[in-house]
């Protein structure tokens, strides 16, 4: 990879200069705002490095889907990413404004520097250095890349759905969230989600709580006992078979999860507080990666400001998001919350589905995994830390479930990247050998 | 009461024409606007119908205070009212401005028509009334008009202390809150109020669901689960000990309870539902008046916003009020309450403090509420609807429990007042008919 290196670190300050362009640009999916002219701008960052690139159509924002094929190679990777970013409010709270890229420190600071952009570039420079270092790619490799992940990606299970051939491929290799604080990281798919909203609802209008206070219904009180019911006082989900598909970690997550570097000092400071799976390292991260979760995300009734008003709320409500781990199956976890519900007397109580996605895993021990795993070592200079999952949620499950392939998340993004906040950033160190790691991976897939 | 009421009825329009300069000058304690000019204006109106009368600093706005004696006079009435009037807002809402009273539909409409300046002012011109027609009143009667009733009756209770020689009498006659729907109406004290915040805690910062949901304190889980304990399945409060003070309804408490008409349409209309117990009117108002309640008013956490949001709350809160009866006491059942939460396994969860005002009663066969009766029939030329008490909360307890007197309130508002909002209104048949009904209740509280 001496050569391809080379050619990497002569160009660097290019590839900078051309991702803050990218950068620039802005693409805010949830506001529509510089959608069409950044799907324009990667569709021709694409042909510039020799992808066979074209925007495909969708209900929302259009893929930036291409292609570069190579004669002989007996590998197909179909690397995903994304080119819209979060709106980047509040505007005041960033030090340098969020489409003008700065750098300091080592890294560049911008929306979408860390959340996709400087991720997905990386991967184009990749087929750049290879390309002009070696003439070919040493794998048939396909662009998936969507404007609507920070909108849920809205269209990308149709999408999917309806380009099966076009996609085909042998695995899925793609660069989405944020490294180890300890370095490079790969991981192998993600908890599903699935979020619901309770409602209850009482008397037409908000009461005084005086002059109704025991003769009528009271929602925020039947809304605490309904949400209370669905755990046990020890805190477990008490759903009745909540839990029945989860499978015991096999021998291959053990290793792994014993292996995950855990900074006890660090958690608690990051938290403010222990984590409740007590000091050690090891039950923090089944848990969190193995284990499913159900969440109260919000909660909402009557008066919530300073000091006190006496009112009987007319409703109330709560969100809930649970997350899912293999082989817990949304539709099937829904419907048992939905029973639980009624078995505890609460079958009056609305219950509105505003999200759900299967988890998604691809075995840690994949031969896919440990080549790729070899190739972030080669670009890094040291072994990444392997997790067997992310706790959040991606549409993950289209490659795996949909396509039925192998998928291999590889972050370059730092631990503190800030996307979705105020001064996003990538680092430099992160963005160049991110470009070497994409590199490598095409080799270590070619020859796996 | 012939030549009385014959006096009242020549001077109804000068009558109606002074409460209109006493609505036009704004008193909103909340925001201390206009509070001066309206204690000078009510002292003014107090003289020039021959009382006594002076302000009396507190650590906020003055007590109107004053004195009609009459030499020979067996009983003494102690009298209270307030000047001062809730905000206006929202403006947008009002018809005609609220401090331009404007008469339509037989209401004076204005902010403080009905809360509770018209009542106050009926008291006035009572004795007006009496004096010009009999030269001196039956009793010796002294007048206590409080300008912050709409802020708590902050400084209420250190003048009730301060002042118990000053205000010694034989019963206390008030004239706050709104009528029965169906016409004039009696009662005789108030339930109790204890008002708590609860407060979990958990992580610094709101964390993402995803990344931290299974290893950080779930704070809103657990506040849904504290409150929920408070009740059983069935609704009672599972506080231990909440039920033991509580007395059962006296014999005149449930021939009381079952005179008063419930109109089973127009509350189900009002609520928009069923009330829990049901379509008959018994339940109703023992529910309502005699049994205390633990309500919800707020529960706040996390994400309320349209849609999902996949945090972990930081903290998690609500607001409890509960309306207490004879004898309960809210320092008594506050400690109860923490007891409660200390036994489930809630003993870090803040508890605090926002309000307390203990129950008051005077019992409904007590000889000075049947004068009353008898003279707001008089009156009105029909009997009043009799109830043994409000299910809200006034501070009657520093009537009877400070001062130690009976105490007997007569509202002259009509149901739909709307105090406190919009298009705030008191009916002039209600105006007149309050100051027919103070000077009647002066001659029967005499010969009691």
Redo the contacts between chains.
């Keep these: 990879m001496n050569d391809i290196f080379q050619y990497i670190d002569a160009h660097r300050d290019r590839f900078i200069g051309e991702l803050g362009a990218l950068l620039r640009q802005p693409s805010i999916s949830a506001q529509g705002i510089g959608m069409t002219e950044c799907a324009e701008l990667v569709r021709r960052l694409m042909s510039e490095v020799g992808i066979q690139a074209r925007l495909v159509p969708t209900a929302g924002f259009p893929v930036a889907y291409g292609e570069v094929p190579s004669p002989g190679a007996r590998r197909t990777v179909l690397i995903y990413g994304h080119y819209d970013v979060q709106p980047p409010d509040p505007l005041e709270a960033w030090e340098t404004p969020p489409f003008e890229p700065s750098i300091r420190n080592g890294r560049i600071y911008a929306r979408g520097a860390g959340d996709n952009k400087g991720q997905m570039f990386a991967h184009l420079k990749a087929v750049e250095a290879v390309l002009r270092t070696r003439g070919k790619l040493p794998v048939n490799v396909k662009f998936c890349f969507e404007g609507e992940e920070e909108i849920a990606s809205r269209n990308l299970p149709a999408f999917v759905s309806a380009h099966r051939d076009l996609l085909r491929a042998d695995l899925v290799y793609a660069s989405d969230g944020p490294m180890h604080p300890s370095g490079p990281l790969v991981y192998f798919g993600?908890?599903g989600?699935l979020?619901l909203e309770l409602a209850v609802h009482?008397?037409?209008?908000d009461?005084?709580?005086?002059?109704?206070?025991?003769?009528?219904?009271?929602p925020?009180?039947r809304?605490?006992?309904a949400?209370?019911?669905l755990?046990t006082?020890l805190?477990k989900v008490a759903v009745d078979g909540f839990y029945d598909r989860v499978k015991k970690p096999s021998p291959a997550d053990r290793r792994i999860l014993r292996a995950i570097p855990f900074d006890e000092r660090s958690v608690r400071d990051d938290?403010?507080?222990l984590?409740?799976?007590g000091a050690g390292g090891r039950g923090?991260y089944r848990?969190?990666l193995l284990?499913?979760?159900l969440?109260?995300?919000?909660?909402?009734?009557?008066?919530?400001g300073p000091?006190?008003?006496?009112?009987?709320?007319r409703v109330?409500s709560?969100?809930l998001?649970a997350?899912l781990v293999m082989d817990q199956d949304p539709d099937e976890i829904e419907e048992k919350i939905r029973a639980h519900l009624k078995r505890g007397?609460f079958g009056d109580i609305e219950v509105k589905r505003?999200?759900a996605v299967p988890p998604s895993r691809t075995p840690v021990d994949h031969p896919f995994g440990k080549a790729v795993a070899r190739a972030v070592a080669q670009a890094w200079g040291r072994p990444p830390v392997i997790v067997p999952n992310?706790?959040?949620?991606i549409p993950d499950y289209l490659f795996t479930q949909v396509l039925g392939l192998p998928s291999i998340w590889v972050p370059y993004a730092p631990h503190d990247e800030a996307n979705h906040a105020p001064n996003e950033s990538t680092t430099l160190e992160g963005f160049v050998n991110g470009i070497r790691s994409t590199a490598a991976a095409l080799f270590e897939i070619a020859a796996t």
């Design positions: 993600c908890r989600l979020y009482g008397a037409k209008r009461l005084h709580s005086g002059l109704y206070g025991g003769v009528a219904p009271a925020a009180v809304l605490a006992q949400v209370a019911s755990w006082s805190g938290l403010g507080c984590p409740v799976t923090y848990r969190l284990e499913p979760n969440n109260v995300a919000g909660l909402t009734a009557g008066y919530q000091g006190a008003k006496t009112i009987i709320p109330a709560a969100k998001d997350r007397g505003l999200g992310l706790g959040g949620t």
